[in-house]
């Protein structure tokens, strides 16, 4: 029962479905009294046992629901403009959720199929060396530095078919064997939260709205008006690295796939996406490409090897310390040392997902600093 003014009377009382009586014998304490002050403690404890059980039961599940969270704070504005177009549906998230897997599959796809194409060609080659051996190549003889004791090593060690055979048989087949199974147990986790995320990310842009309502509501109710900026800095930075990190990343996979091509590296389309994925990290495509020049040094071309490296030195650092740095910190207004702690910082810490989360971090603690820092009141 209820008084005139809406409120619920001494007696008895029952949800909404009538299944669970809750008998009220007491009305609430007023407000400020210790019981009222003891409610508010007990009811923020249990809050956060339930919010602390519930993390540790999806634990392993976690970098998933990240990882759908990210997928839907960089796809939301196109798909925004695509439903006020199309009108709301569920084919709408679900084309989207397919679209961003094959982004994600089909260079996977590509990959693997040249990885076991060379695969093949290796087991084929080993087959050969165990009794040929490997002759040395003419290059060695042509370097600009002392050599001796890598000549003398490798007539040794690999010119010999018996002591390569030897080489070889170091690596005995349970050794092998445990690794296999390691690699597929890893590759049956990885595809597993990869699915995890992409249903993370069709019910996010499918109730995107809604959840964003309650999210300001929310926020609004815990931290007051500041709670919005700080959400907004956020999705913010994850916008700026999605950009900054992928897009960079990718263009930089183009440019130096061109140049692979160009100085007759071996593979180059596996090189470029090689260097495209290690370019989302800052400074980290450098190794590959000097890899590839190596290779390409082999062949007998030592210039278009120095020319492969300079060309991708010059490329990475017009990317990490112009367009990147732009990308990120000019969408957050963090300067360049904050975007890389965050970027390297994430990534030590979380692996390929703390790439986007280190710079959203970095920038709710910019933001932070800036509003403690800030010489005007801090007000709600």
């Known amino acids: 029962m209820k008084d005139e003014k809406g409120r619920m009377t001494r007696g008895e009382a029952y949800m909404e479905d009538d299944a669970f009586p809750l008998v009220l014998d007491e009305p609430d304490p007023p407000t400020g009294s210790p019981a009222r002050n003891s409610q508010r403690l007990a009811r923020t404890l249990l809050a956060v046992f339930v919010v602390g059980i519930a993390l540790y039961t999806q634990w392993n599940f976690v970098p998933a629901l990240l990882w759908g969270g990210v997928f839907a704070i960089a796809a939301w504005p196109l798909y925004d403009r695509a439903e006020r177009r199309f009108g709301r549906s569920d084919w709408l998230p679900l084309i989207f959720t397919l679209i961003i897997a094959l982004i994600f599959l089909i260079p996977l796809a590509i990959v693997g199929v040249k990885a076991a194409e060379e695969m093949r060609g290796l087991i084929i080659w080993i087959d050969q060396v165990r009794h040929t051996g490997i002759p040395m190549p003419e290059a060695l003889n042509r370097l600009p530095f002392r050599h001796g004791w890598l000549t003398a090593w490798w007539q040794e060690n ?223």
């Open 158 to 380: 690999l010119v010999q078919p018996d002591r390569l055979s030897e080489l070889v048989h170091s690596f005995d087949s349970a050794r092998g064997m445990a690794m296999t199974r390691q690699v597929g147990s890893q590759m049956v986790r990885r595809t597993t939260l990869f699915l995890f995320s992409l249903l993370t990310l069709f019910f996010l842009l499918r109730d995107g709205h809604e959840i964003t309502r309650r999210s300001l509501i929310a926020s609004h109710r815990t931290f007051g008006a500041r709670g919005e900026t700080l959400g907004r800095q956020i999705i913010s930075s994850v916008h700026g690295t999605v950009a900054g990190l992928i897009f960079v990343g990718l263009g930089e996979g183009v440019i130096m796939g061109v140049a692979y091509a160009i100085f007759h590296a071996p593979q180059p389309l596996l090189f470029a996406m090689v260097t495209a994925v290690a370019a989302m990290v800052p400074f980290l495509a450098l190794p590959t490409i000097i890899f590839a020049a190596i290779l390409v040094m082999l062949q007998g071309s030592m210039i278009s090897a120095i020319a492969l490296v300079a060309i991708g030195s010059v490329v990475i650092f017009v990317a990490d310390h112009f367009v990147r740095p732009f990308l990120i910190g000019g969408s957050t207004r963090m300067p360049f040392l904050w975007v890389l702690l965050g970027i390297i910082g994430g990534a030590e810490t979380w692996g390929l997902l703390g790439l986007f989360l280190g710079p959203a971090i970095m920038a709710a603690l910019h933001m932070l600093w800036r509003i403690w820092s800030s010489e005007q009141p801090i007000s709600d």
